[in-house]
Nanobody, 124 residues
């Protein structure tokens, strides 16, 4: 069992930066691939980024590539999402996810665990 708690969301002006954190409980955190998803009002949840259990492989949605960086610290049971050059269209609730399948994270199907989400609002 893995419980995920996100933090770090907030209000930021366009062009600014935020770093989201996702703290995981459970001794099996390092076994899981981790990801971030987001859901804007009136839209479906979409994939943002994923990282393998070792941190050696990362994937990004085209819309955030070059601006966002996903990383993890297995000693701290935490995964991060550094978001730079934020745009108003990045406004959404951001969710942390854990899955034993990296491919599953990329396509957002059959995710094992979800966090409760943290709001990110980017003003123009």
């Amino acid at each position: 069992q893995v419980q995920l708690v996100e933090s770090g969301g907030g209000l930021v002006q366009a062009g600014g930066s935020l770093r989201l954190s996702c703290a995981a409980s459970g001794r099996t955190f390092s076994s899981y691939h981790m990801g971030w998803f987001r859901q804007a009002p009136g839209k479906e949840r979409e994939f943002v980024a994923a990282i393998s259990w070792s941190g050696g492989t990362t994937y990004y949605a085209d819309s955030v590539k070059g601006r966002f960086t996903i990383s993890r610290d297995n000693a701290k049971n935490t995964v991060y999402l550094q978001m730079n050059t934020l745009k108003p269209e990045d406004t959404a609730v951001y969710y942390c996810a854990a899955d034993l399948s990296l491919r599953g994270l990329q396509i957002g199907v059959g995710i094992d665990y979800w966090g409760q989400g943290t709001q990110v609002t980017v003003s123009s």
